[in-house]
């Protein structure tokens, strides 16, 4: 079985200062990992994805993440946070071995970019 | 990317009736759609998934009596709340995906049943 976890509920950072949001995961095979971001009432907005290849995905909006297979982990990263970017983001993998269709969601992690 | 629609984007109806909601890929043809369901500051729970032409494959715990799920054609997928009742009041997201290719999102139903 495949599962995602976002361990922060919520993360706060000040507009210009670099964010982190956390992501880790489990498949039983090599991971198809994905961040969407949510406004208020809409649907998901996808940023980035990690297939194969470079471990350091860049993404939409000047978010990138790091595939760590080592430590299961697929953080999103921005070096300089807007007030814009103040949105819910999931973290989200698919198992593609044995033909695997579905995408499982992690919990979500609310971010609050601050002036 | 490549848009997928929703309508309605927000519908209230009364305790006991249907509703449809209606997906569709405006730019590619989507071999597989998903329905999620998503409450109030919590993630996204797949419903099912449904490949044009056959019927839906519902996740455990999903009554498929009471969701009816139809993808009829390669650009459009409905799902009906039948007999809604209140605890059916949630966000609903459709998604789609041509073979191989990415899975796009709708903007989602916000349903509230009185």
């Known amino acids: 079985a495949q599962s995602v976890a976002q361990p922060e509920d919520q993360v706060n950072v000040a507009e210009g200062n670099p964010l982190t949001v956390k992501c880790t995961y489990s498949v039983s095979g090599n991971p198809y990992l994905f961040w969407y971001v949510q406004y208020p009432n809409r649907g998901l907005q996808f940023l980035l994805k990690?297939?194969?290849?470079?471990?350091l995905v860049k993404g939409s909006y000047g978010f990138e993440a790091e595939f760590n297979k080592s430590q299961t982990s697929f953080h999103l990263k921005k070096p300089s946070a807007l007030v814009s970017d103040s949105a819910l983001y999931f973290c989200?993998?698919?198992?593609?071995?044995?033909?695997?269709?579905?995408?499982?969601f992690g919990t979500g992690t609310q971010l609050k970019v601050e002036l | 990317g490549a848009v997928v629609s929703q309508h309605p984007s927000r519908v209230i109806c009364k305790s006991g009736t249907s509703v449809k909601i209606e997906c569709r890929s405006l730019?590619?043809?989507?071999?597989?759609m998903f329905w999620y369901r998503q409450f109030p500051k919590q993630s996204l729970m797949l419903m099912a998934t449904s490949n044009e032409g056959s019927k839906a494959t519902y996740e455990q715990g999903v009554e498929k009596d009471k969701f009816l799920i139809n993808h009829a054609s390669l650009t459009l997928s409905t799902l009906t709340v039948t007999s809604a009742h209140p605890e059916d009041s949630s966000f609903y997201i459709c998604?789609?995906?041509?073979?191989?290719?990415?899975?796009?999102f709708g903007p989602g139903t916000r349903l509230t049943v009185l």
């Open positions: 989200a993998v698919r198992d593609p071995s044995g033909g695997g269709n579905k995408l499982t």
């Open positions: 990690y297939i194969t290849g470079d471990n």
């Open positions: 998604s789609a995906r041509e073979q191989g290719g990415e899975q796009f």
């Open positions: 730019d590619f043809q989507a071999t597989t």
